[in-house]
């Protein structure tokens, strides 16, 4: 039976405590893990965007939505192993027509929507069952802009670096 992992949380940034499967980014051994959360009813901006086309499919360059957009800024970061999207059933068809090269075990699928909190709680104990309890968690909205993407990863490589080195919270 799984055991529940406690968390620390430092921003959008979780750290799990436990026993460790270590390898990849950051500090010698760790491996950051990325979550996107694109499991939104898609309402915001109606009637632009529904269930069948949530906010995160809009593509404000013509070329590549902001799911596709978070995904790629991701990259930068995160291997693409350690990239994880967390959704529901009704948006996972929609998830896997906007990133058709994620694998199936990188897509978490909600058991129901029950919004931003469950979402993290089900991505942190999935990951720990993975990987150990000590990876450093970090978590994105699946639909937002971010222009200055090299200042992104900069701060990103930044705070995964901390979350791994010091006691937070």
Known sequence: ???????????????????????????????????????????RFWPMTHGKFPKYRIQFNGKDSLLQKTYQRLLRVYHKDSITVVTTEPHSKLIREELPRIKRRNLLIEPARNNTAAAIFLSCEVIRDRFGGEETVSFFPADHLIQNESEFSKTMRSAIRLAETKELL
């Not at 026993?19 to 309402?43: N, W």
């Open 1 to 43: 039976s799984a055991r529940r992992a406690s968390k620390r949380e430092c921003g959008g940034i979780f750290k799990t405590t436990g026993t460790a499967f270590r390898q990849g980014l950051g500090k010698e051994g760790v491996m950051a893990q990325a979550v996107i959360m694109a499991g939104g009813p898609g309402e």
